[in-house]
C-alpha cells in the first residue's frame, strides 16, 4: 500500500503533484546485482532546459569562455635602460672555482671517481653569457553555467531584485598579480527554488541495487534457499539460515524500504537553482633562451643569473635595442603571440624580463686524455658528460 502523496509548491508558486516511485510485487527476478557496496547512484545534470528560467545577457550557459570586453591598446611609452646597461660584466670564473665546482659535481654520483678532478691541468678557460627573456601575461577568464543546490530556506535572491548584470560586471575579488586561482560567484537576481528533477520532489529515488523491490539474492545460498553440506561422506541439504529458504535477504542499502535519500535534494525535495559565475586566473609563461655553446639551452632555464631588464605593465612593448638582436626578435614575436593567443581572456598585467647567465666552457687533460665541461650560473652548476672517470656498478674508484 502506498500513501497518498501531498502536493509541493513550485518555485513559481504552482502546485505540483509528487509521483510514487514503483515498489515490487510477486516474484524477484535472478538479475539481482553484484552485491557491491561501494556501487553509486546515477549522479545529476545540470537542470533541464525545461526546467530554468531564461536570462537576459546568458545566453550562453554551458561553461564555454565568455568573450572579455574590449581593451583600448593604447601606446604605452616605456623608458629602457640604455644599452651599456642591459649587459653587464659578470665575474669570471677562477681555475679553483671550477675545479671545487667540478669535484661537488663528482660527489653527487656516488660512481665516479675524484682523481681526474682533482689532478686535471686546465689548457683552455672561455666564458660566456646566457641570455634568458621570459614574458608572463596574467589573464582572467570568465564562464557561466547553471548550477542547483538542496533548498533548505536560504535566502533566494531572485528576478523581483531586480536584473541580473552582466558576467563581466560582476565584481570579484582578484589575486596577486600573476598568482593562478579559481573563484566561483552566484550571479545576482538569477535564482529560484524548483522540485528536485531527479526524485520528482519526493525527497527520496528508487534504490539502484534492489531496483525498488527491497530485496536481493542472498549472498549465502545464492538465491537457491538452502545450503549443500557434506557429513559423514553424505551430501546433506540444509535450508538456509539466513534467507529461512525464500532465496533472498532485506537490501542492506535501502533496509528494505526499495528506496533511498535523494542524493541531488538531500531528502529536501526542492533545489535552489541559479547560475553559477566561474573566474579563472592565469599566468600564461612564455620564454627563450640565447646560448651559444655546446651547453643545453634548457640548463639555462633554472639556473641563477643577474636580472638585466625587468618591466611590468598591462601592456609591455617589445624590447628593440638589446644588444643581442635575437632577444629583440624573440620579444616581438612572444609579445604578438600573448596579445592574440588569449582572445576569450582579459588580459590583466603583462611583465617581461631578461637575465644573463655566466656560462664558461673548460678544456682539460687528465693522464692521457683530454675533455672539457660547463660551469653555468652564479651557484656554479656543472654539466660534465664527457667526464673520464664515470665507473660502472662493481668497479672500485681510485
Given at each position: 500500500m502506498s500513501e497518498k502523496q501531498p502536493l509541493l509548491q513550485g518555485g513559481d508558486g504552482s502546485k505540483v503533484h509528487a509521483v510514487e516511485l514503483?515498489?515490487?510485487?510477486?516474484?524477484?527476478?535472478?538479475?539481482?546485482?553484484e552485491d557491491n557496496p561501494n556501487v553509486q547512484a546515477l549522479q545529476p545534470?545540470?537542470?533541464?532546459?525545461?526546467?530554468v528560467d531564461h536570462v537576459l545577457g546568458y545566453d550562453n550557459l554551458e561553461g564555454t569562455p565568455l568573450p572579455p570586453p574590449s581593451y583600448d591598446e593604447a601606446v604605452m611609452h616605456s623608458s629602457y635602460p640604455e644599452q651599456s646597461d642591459l649587459t653587464p660584466k659578470l665575474p669570471s670564473i677562477t681555475e679553483d672555482q671550477a675545479r671545487d665546482a667540478l669535484l661537488q659535481h663528482v660527489s653527487e654520483h656516488c660512481c665516479y671517481g675524484a682523481k681526474a678532478a682533482r689532478d686535471l691541468s686546465f689548457s683552455k678557460i672561455i666564458p660566456s653569457n646566457a641570455f634568458h627573456y621570459i614574458l608572463e601575461t596574467f589573464t582572467e577568464k570568465r564562464s557561466t553555467k547553471w548550477a542547483h543546490e538542496p533548498y533548505h530556506g536560504q535566502p533566494i535572491d531572485g528576478p523581483y531584485n531586480g536584473p541580473a548584470p552582466g558576467p563581466w560586471q560582476i565584481e570579484a575579488k582578484q589575486p596577486p598579480l600573476f598568482t593562478e586561482k579559481v573563484a566561483y560567484v552566484e550571479v545576482p537576481h538569477t535564482a529560484s527554488v524548483k522540485p528536485c528533477r531527479d526524485c520528482i520532489g519526493l525527497g527520496r529515488t528508487q534504490c539502484n541495487r534492489c531496483d525498488g523491490r527491497g530485496r536481493e539474492s542472498c549472498t549465502h545460498c545464492h538465491g537457491r534457499g538452502h545450503r549443500t553440506d557434506f557429513e559423514?561422506?553424505?551430501?546433506?541439504?540444509?535450508?538456509?539460515?539466513?534467507?529461512l529458504g525464500s532465496g533472498y535477504e532485506m537490501c542492506f542499502r535501502c533496509n528494505g524500504l526499495g528506496h533511498v535519500i535523494c542524493k541531488t535534494c538531500d531528502g529536501r525535495c526542492q533545489l535552489k537553482c541559479f547560475i553559477r559565475l566561474t573566474i579563472k586566473w592565469s599566468v600564461h609563461r612564455d620564454d627563450y633562451i640565447v646560448e651559444r655553446t655546446a651547453l643545453p639551452d634548457e640548463l639555462i632555464r633554472d639556473a641563477t643569473?643577474?636580472?638585466?631588464?625587468?618591466?611590468?605593465?598591462?601592456?609591455?612593448?617589445?624590447?628593440?635595442?638589446f644588444p643581442d638582436n635575437n632577444i629583440n626578435q624573440a620579444s616581438?614575436?612572444?609579445?604578438?603571440?600573448?596579445?592574440?593567443?588569449?582572445?576569450?581572456?582579459?588580459?590583466?598585467?603583462?611583465?617581461?624580463?631578461?637575465?644573463?647567465?655566466?656560462?664558461?666552457?673548460?678544456?682539460?687533460?687528465?693522464?692521457?686524455?683530454?675533455?672539457?665541461?660547463?660551469?653555468?650560473?652564479?651557484?656554479?652548476?656543472?654539466?660534465?658528460?664527457?667526464?673520464?672517470?664515470?665507473?660502472c656498478c662493481g668497479c672500485s674508484i681510485l
Amino acid at each position: 500500500m502506498s500513501e497518498k502523496q501531498p502536493l509541493l509548491q513550485g518555485g513559481d508558486g504552482s502546485k505540483v503533484h509528487a509521483v510514487e516511485l514503483p515498489t515490487w510485487e510477486g516474484e524477484a527476478s535472478g538479475s539481482d546485482e553484484e552485491d557491491n557496496p561501494n556501487v553509486q547512484a546515477l549522479q545529476p545534470t545540470a537542470p533541464p532546459a525545461h526546467k530554468v528560467d531564461h536570462v537576459l545577457g546568458y545566453d550562453n550557459l554551458e561553461g564555454t569562455p565568455l568573450p572579455p570586453p574590449s581593451y583600448d591598446e593604447a601606446v604605452m611609452h616605456s623608458s629602457y635602460p640604455e644599452q651599456s646597461d642591459l649587459t653587464p660584466k659578470l665575474p669570471s670564473i677562477t681555475e679553483d672555482q671550477a675545479r671545487d665546482a667540478l669535484l661537488q659535481h663528482v660527489s653527487e654520483h656516488c660512481c665516479y671517481g675524484a682523481k681526474a678532478a682533482r689532478d686535471l691541468s686546465f689548457s683552455k678557460i672561455i666564458p660566456s653569457n646566457a641570455f634568458h627573456y621570459i614574458l608572463e601575461t596574467f589573464t582572467e577568464k570568465r564562464s557561466t553555467k547553471w548550477a542547483h543546490e538542496p533548498y533548505h530556506g536560504q535566502p533566494i535572491d531572485g528576478p523581483y531584485n531586480g536584473p541580473a548584470p552582466g558576467p563581466w560586471q560582476i565584481e570579484a575579488k582578484q589575486p596577486p598579480l600573476f598568482t593562478e586561482k579559481v573563484a566561483y560567484v552566484e550571479v545576482p537576481h538569477t535564482a529560484s527554488v524548483k522540485p528536485c528533477r531527479d526524485c520528482i520532489g519526493l525527497g527520496r529515488t528508487q534504490c539502484n541495487r534492489c531496483d525498488g523491490r527491497g530485496r536481493e539474492s542472498c549472498t549465502h545460498c545464492h538465491g537457491r534457499g538452502h545450503r549443500t553440506d557434506f557429513e559423514d561422506g553424505e551430501e546433506q541439504r540444509r535450508q538456509c539460515h539466513s534467507c529461512l529458504g525464500s532465496g533472498y535477504e532485506m537490501c542492506f542499502r535501502c533496509n528494505g524500504l526499495g528506496h533511498v535519500i535523494c542524493k541531488t535534494c538531500d531528502g529536501r525535495c526542492q533545489l535552489k537553482c541559479f547560475i553559477r559565475l566561474t573566474i579563472k586566473w592565469s599566468v600564461h609563461r612564455d620564454d627563450y633562451i640565447v646560448e651559444r655553446t655546446a651547453l643545453p639551452d634548457e640548463l639555462i632555464r633554472d639556473a641563477t643569473g643577474d636580472t638585466v631588464f625587468n618591466q611590468k605593465h598591462p601592456r609591455v612593448m617589445p624590447i628593440t635595442h638589446f644588444p643581442d638582436n635575437n632577444i629583440n626578435q624573440a620579444s616581438n614575436t612572444l609579445i604578438q603571440r600573448h596579445n592574440t593567443a588569449y582572445a576569450m581572456e582579459r588580459i590583466l598585467m603583462q611583465r617581461h624580463r631578461v637575465r644573463v647567465v655566466p656560462v664558461t666552457n673548460l678544456h682539460c687533460n687528465w693522464k692521457s686524455e683530454s675533455f672539457s665541461y660547463f660551469v653555468y650560473g652564479f651557484e656554479h652548476r656543472v654539466h660534465a658528460p664527457d667526464y673520464p672517470q664515470q665507473c660502472c656498478c662493481g668497479c672500485s674508484i681510485l
